[in-house]
């Protein structure tokens, strides 16, 4: 089967961003309260930590046509990627997926 695409690339923000930015903010406020409480303090501390590193790896999806396989990972830090080699691919169907499907 021979690859007919042609340079590819579509990024797809997410929505979690901006609702994890809003939990940092949250986090760092409900710790500034707490500060004389340590054990509150570092908990909301390092909620706020886990919420930036989320918001790091979960801000978009980006799928790019690498010439002989697909290209996908989420980012802008790209911890998570997958090259699936067009050989592979066997069938492609347009499909719509909900926010609570994940």
């Known amino acids: 089967m021979k690859h007919t695409m042609s340079e ?3 990024i797809q923000k ?3 961003p901006p609702i994890l930015v809003t939990l940092v903010v949250i986090c760092l406020g409900i710790a500034f309260f ?3 409480t340590p054990p509150y303090m570092i908990i909301f501390i390092a909620a706020a930590i886990a ?3 989320l918001s790091l790896v979960f801000g978009h999806l980006a799928v790019r046509d690498e010439g002989d396989c697909l290209s996908v990972h989420f980012g802008p830090v790209p ?3 997958k090259s699936i080699p067009y050989s592979e691919i066997t069938a492609v169907e347009k499909d719509h997926s909900h926010f609570l499907s994940g």
């Open 8 to 10: 590819y690339d579509h």
């Open 79 to 81: 911890l998570f990627r």
């Open 14 to 16: 997410g929505v979690l």
């Open 34 to 36: 707490t500060k004389h």
């Open 51 to 53: 919420c930036i590193v």
